[in-house]
């Protein structure tokens, strides 16, 4: 079982939408929960952390942490076509030395 | 100012040649990353910095030396590389390296790295 897992994708959202990924994670310890948005050819770009169990909103992106079933979700509402990339979840453990563990991404393509 | 800046953004080298990657921040960060990401795969950490000390290394490879000369300042030295070393080398930073609150990364646009 990997540390992250993400559905690869692609997940093909029409204009305006409500796209919804989702990740989960092996390790019950881990802490703090990462959402980041890579387009191709690019470096990461951090959109959303969460670090308690509940939603987090930040304009049109919603992140949702449940420890108990150890899952992360983003939802990107209202979905543009500059939202298409790919989307990364990334988990830290909270040990020392501040490690991520990211899973394999999920490729979001939003059509006008 | 949340940025990191990497030089240089494209590296071509020979198999025998020295090189070396640098980045920098200036947001007061205290822990500094490399990491390496192959096409259509995540990031993978190589070292990890902190407070000016290396913290991790995840079982890279001699051929990759890093160096933090100050708390702003990355470098990654390479010396007799392979193709398959061919990837996008990315710097990331954080505030520190412990603590929920302050882990954060956030990276730099990467050096996109070809070995021949």
């Known amino acids: 079982q990997k540390e992250v897992e993400q559905n690869s994708g692609p997940l093909s959202v029409p204009e305006g939408a409500i796209a919804s990924l989702n990740c989960t994670y092996s390790?019950?310890?881990?802490?703090?929960f990462f959402w980041y948005r890579q387009y191709s050819g690019k470096s990461p770009e951090l959109i959303m952390s969460?670090?308690?169990?509940g939603d987090k909103e930040d304009g049109r992106f919603t992140a949702q942490l449940n420890k108990a079933s150890q899952y992360v979700s983003l939802l990107i509402r209202d979905s543009q076509p500059s939202d298409s990339a790919t989307y990364l979840c990334?988990?830290?453990?909270?040990?020392?030395?501040?490690?991520?563990?990211f899973g394999g991404g999920t490729r979001v393509l939003v059509k006008p | 100012d949340t940025e990191v800046t990497q030089t240089p953004k494209h590296l071509v080298m020979g198999m025998t040649n020295k090189k070396s990657l640098k980045c920098e921040q200036h947001?007061?960060?205290?822990?500094m990353y490399w990491y390496k990401q192959k096409a259509k795969k995540p990031p993978e950490l190589m070292f990890v910095?902190?407070?000016?000390?290396?913290?991790i290394n995840e079982s890279v490879p001699s051929r990759f030396s890093p160096e933090c000369p100050n708390s702003s300042l990355l470098n990654l030295h390479l010396h007799a590389l392979q193709p398959e070393d061919s990837a996008l080398y990315l710097c990331?930073?954080?505030?520190?390296?412990?603590?929920?609150?302050?882990?954060?990364?956030?990276f730099g646009p990467g050096t996109r790295l070809t070995v021949l």
């Open positions: 390790d019950r310890g881990s802490q703090s």
């Open positions: 990331a930073s954080s505030y520190g390296s412990s603590g929920s609150s302050y882990n954060e990364q956030f």
């Open positions: 947001m007061g960060h205290r822990a």
């Open positions: 969460i670090y308690s169990n």
């Open positions: 990334a988990v830290n453990k909270g040990a020392a030395g501040n490690k991520l563990t």
């Open positions: 910095y902190s407070y000016e000390k290396l913290s």
